[in-house]
């Protein structure tokens, strides 16, 4: 009984134990509702965002460049060539421009750019160029003038047959169009000069120098006539053609003709402050030379020995003249102390012409020094007895106006110099020609006694002579 009550209580308490545990499986999670990710830690730290930088793109637009031509058609065979001018319908500005010969030979002398206000400005590539044959190609340099052209000039000549040119224009703002003419020279015409009064000169006042016959007056005259000789551009000679107002054209010696403003020409004159035609004088310092041609803008044309003829300024020539201060021509003295010198020449700059050694040098006038017969307080004169140092005797030969002298020393060759309080000189002297006792036993005959209170005697008994103090004569 009691064994059959205790095996139903335990199989009732198994059946209630069995009952929970499927309680419990039913309240365990599907795989449905479970998140099987595994779970990684999670950075904080915040991301920064780095702008990428674009770069602008370039939207300046490109230059756009125009091409204009005209030709230069039977270009003659003409000694300092023919100027041709192309005239632009309107002021552009010019980048290029290119010359192509398409017939026969041809030498561009001088191409210019005329600008809106008149200004030219010279290509400079294009000027002077070598003998361009059919098909040569020449262009000029990169054009920078900050001024719009109006005009193009080129001088040309034919070297052959006549000859023909195309010109091309490169412009940056429109096409160049070009009306070509060329110029025609007029004949230049002999000016009519001012006659000059037929009234007799008075005569010169007492004491007065007539003037140099050679030599005529001297009219002021600055206005340009057709016919007069000019100066263009500081370095062109030329003759005046044409005048029109401010502007005239001038024939250049060796360029043909050009146009310019009276402003850029100077007239030919005859003399300008002091300096004439035919005068002669020194430029630069080191140049001898004679005038040629002298001009109103202080400019002058001189033909330099060995070196024909250039264009200087007045400044930079000093003109030739007899005498400067107390040096003229042919006095004789000592450059640079030590080399004797003739005066061949002077110049109003200070300078002098000499000749040394047989050589001419051109030297400044404060390192010659003229030469005299006798020194300034006379004392001593060429041919003098002197002593030189205290013990050489000789004789004197030249004085220096720089305290110097020249001097011939007994026994020795050739010339000395040196400066007068060096040297002493003979002064008279009673005891000249009279015998003493030198040193209480030689027997002195004195030959000359000098300005230092040295003698010269003759011992009895030697040959030659001494130089002793006059004091211990006895």
Known sequence: MNRRLIVTMLAALSVVQ???????IDDLPGFDDMDITPTVPVDQTPVVTTPVEQKPVDTAPVQTQYAGSASLNSIPRKSGGTLHTL????????????LRVTNSKVKVHKTSLVTEQGQKIDVRQLSQTDVLTTGSLSSSENLTANSRIAAIEILAESYSAEADVMVTAIASDAVPKMTVSVEQIAQPVEPTRPSTPSVPQAPPPPGATRPDPYRPPVYEDNIIRVGDEVLYARSYPGVVT????????????GYGETRAGTSDIAKSVRCLKGICVGDEGLYGGSYKGTVVKMYSNALMTVRLQAYGNSIVAMRD???AQRCLGTICQGDAGLYAGAYRASVLGAFDNGMLELRINGSVSIAMARDFSKSSSCNRERTMCAGADILYAGSYPGRALEFYDNGMMSFQ???YSGSSSSYTRDVAYSVRDSRIGRTYLYSGYYRATVIAVYSNGMAR??????????????????
């Open 409 to 411: 020393l007994d026994g």
């Open 87 to 98: 005239k632009l319908s309107q002021a552009l500005t010019l980048l290029r421009l290119d």
């Open 18 to 24: 069995n009952s929970a545990y499927a309680q419990t």
């Open 317 to 319: 020539f000093a003109k």
């Open 457 to 474: 005697v003759a011992l009895a008994g030697y040959s030659g002579s001494s130089i002793v103090r006059a004091s211990d004569l006895r």
């Open 242 to 253: 044409y005048i029109s107002g401010t502007e005239v054209r001038v024939r250049l010696n």
